[in-house]
């Protein structure tokens, strides 16, 4: 499985939609078997949702993205996992613990204790 994780400076990076860098982790049973720092050089829905489709990114991690957004993501089969914060190797480690709906990754300000009491399985509102 790939994982996409939004960062900037070794954390998650704040905002989807206008972040430059993506870390690209292919998934093991525990641990992640092959990465790739990848920068987006282009702008705009369009083209992040054409890197992800490409790429066949099964889940998406980030911090706040537009609905526009995720939307587009989530109609190409991309799950979304929004308003996580935190370190780049914790947040993977709680990924795959099944533990990042921790609110110890909860990015601040966005209300998560109420969005995860009646979220879907992407974390967002259904």
Do not use: Y
């Amino acid at each position: 499985m790939k994982l996409a994780i939004a960062i900037s400076k070794g954390r998650i990076a704040p905002l989807f939609d206008t972040s430059r860098r993506l870390l690209i982790l292919e998934l093991g049973e525990d641990r992640p078997v092959w990465s790739e720092d990848l920068e987006l050089l282009e702008d705009g829905e369009f083209s992040r949702v054409a890197v992800m489709t490409r790429l066949n990114v099964h889940t998406l991690i980030c911090g706040a993205i537009s609905r526009e957004l995720a939307a587009s993501l989530e109609g190409r089969g991309v799950r979304v996992v929004a308003f996580i914060s935190g370190d780049i190797d914790r947040v993977v480690q709680a990924f795959l613990a099944d533990t990042l709906h921790s609110d110890v990754f909860c990015m601040p300000g966005c209300g998560c204790r109420r969005r995860r009491r009646h979220s879907g399985p992407s974390g967002r509102e259904p």
